[in-house]
């Protein structure tokens, strides 16, 4: 009887865990991410816009957005619509942006590269709808962009 009860109580045990596991994978690692995707992405949404610039649209992402393998990748996003001069929106927008990920500007109104370069221009998944369709149904001429790729998972399912 002792050694039945004994495996009854390691098997729940067992059980517990697998549950806790679970709960930990689908719930909190994700929320640890959603924390330090939202500190991420308020360093660009936070900027005003310039004038003569319309915001069609905001995006912030975390998950496996570019390449493959066990990552997390965080992504924030502005689709702008602006009749200032490319010089002048991406000067704006350097002045004013105080985070430490690298700025990207994508201006859609550009000729890219063929091939590859087409199919996927700015390398991350995310982003291509809003480059092949979302930014010509709209008149949105420039993505500016923050991403840090290749972050530990943490085991998010996002991330795998």
């Given at each position: 009887m002792k050694g039945l009860r004994l495996i009854v109580i390691i098997g729940g045990l067992v059980v517990v865990l697998i549950v806790l596991y679970a709960a930990a994978f689908m719930w909190l690692f994700s929320q640890f991410h959603n924390q330090t995707l939202s500190r991420?992405?308020?360093q660009l949404t936070?900027?005003?816009?310039?004038?003569?610039?319309?915001?069609?649209?905001?995006?912030?992402q975390v998950g496996?957005?570019?390449?493959?393998?066990?990552h997390c990748d965080y992504l924030g996003a502005l689709l702008l619509k602006t009749e200032l001069s490319k010089s002048d929106a991406e000067r704006y927008y350097r002045d004013n942006y105080k985070g430490a990920s690298q700025?990207?500007?994508?201006?859609?109104?550009?000729?890219?590269?063929?091939?590859?370069g087409a199919a996927n221009p700015t390398n991350i998944f995310?982003?291509?709808?809003?480059?092949?369709?979302?930014a010509k149904d709209t008149g949105a001429n420039l993505i500016l962009y923050i991403f840090e790729g290749s972050m530990t998972s943490a085991f998010d399912y996002r991330c795998s």
């Open positions: 991420f992405t308020s936070r900027i005003p816009v310039p004038e003569k610039t319309l915001l069609i649209d905001t995006l912030s496996q957005q570019s390449g493959n393998s066990d700025l990207h500007f994508y201006w859609t109104d550009e000729s890219h590269q063929p091939g590859i995310t982003l291509n709808d809003w480059v092949n369709s979302k």
